[in-house]
């Protein structure tokens, strides 16, 4: 079975400045690696996704993750943040021999500040 | 775009009645699900469907069960609602491999 681990609950950040999500997980298998956005009142939204390939992985509205196999980690970045990414993001993870099913971490709320 | 409905926003049930919520999706999708999200916890599995007539428990599928009598449509049941089902409901469909897409999500409250 696979496992996320989001390492921070909440993160509070000023308007313009990077931000970091950390993400770490857990498996015996080759995994398929996720992050997904989930705006106030919304369903989730796909970021982005590792599925092979290199190792940095661009997404949407300017977010960016890399995925590092030796510390089972997959951590979200964005340069410099707006007000609009407040948001609750979540890390998920699925072994390539089941790949249908889905493992999601607790979330990770960012609060953007001007 | 793919689209994923989720008949209901909010719904505000009593303890003991049954419940339904529908979820439809209209790309042909194969696979479906339901999860559950509550504060602290993330999304968890409740079941999961990958044709018509067939389903699979998920992590969770203690009070619930489902229906899928149609492709486009997958239905959650609480046979007997309880307050400790009070949570966010969301839908999913994919069609292949991971790439999942969601619905809005039903706010259950069950008083």
């Known amino acids: 079975a696979q496992s996320v681990t989001q390492l921070d609950s909440q993160v509070p950040v000023f308007e313009e400045a990077p931000v970091e999500l950390r993400c770490n997980y857990s498996s015996s298998v080759s995994v398929y690696l996720f992050w997904y956005v989930q705006y106030p009142n919304q369903g989730l939204q796909l970021l982005l996704k590792y599925l092979s390939g290199s190792t940095l992985v661009k997404g949407i509205n300017g977010f960016e993750a890399e995925f590092n196999k030796s510390q089972t980690s997959f951590h979200l970045r964005k340069p410099s943040v707006h007000i609009s990414d407040t948001a609750e993001y979540f890390c998920a993870v699925s072994a390539l021999s089941n790949d249908y099913k889905l493992s999601f971490g607790a979330g990770t709320t960012v609060t953007v500040r001007a | 775009d793919v689209k994923v409905t989720q008949s209901s926003r909010y719904l505000v049930k009593r303890t003991g009645e049954k419940v339904f919520l529908e979820c439809v999706q209209d790309?042909?999708?194969?696979?479906m699900f339901w999860y559950r999200q509550d504060p602290g916890l993330g999304l968890r599995l409740i079941y999961f469907s990958y044709d018509v007539k067939m389903k699979e428990k998920g992590d969770i599928p203690e009070g619930y069960s489902v229906s899928r009598e149609k492709k486009e449509r997958f239905s959650l049941i609480l046979e007997s609602a309880s307050t400790n089902q009070t949570s966010m409901y969301l839908c999913?469909?994919?069609?292949?491999?991971?790439?999942?897409?969601f619905g809005a999500g039903t706010r259950l409250s069950v008083l």
């Open positions: 790309m042909d999708h194969e696979n």
């Open positions: 999913a469909s994919s069609l292949e491999g991971s790439i999942q897409y």
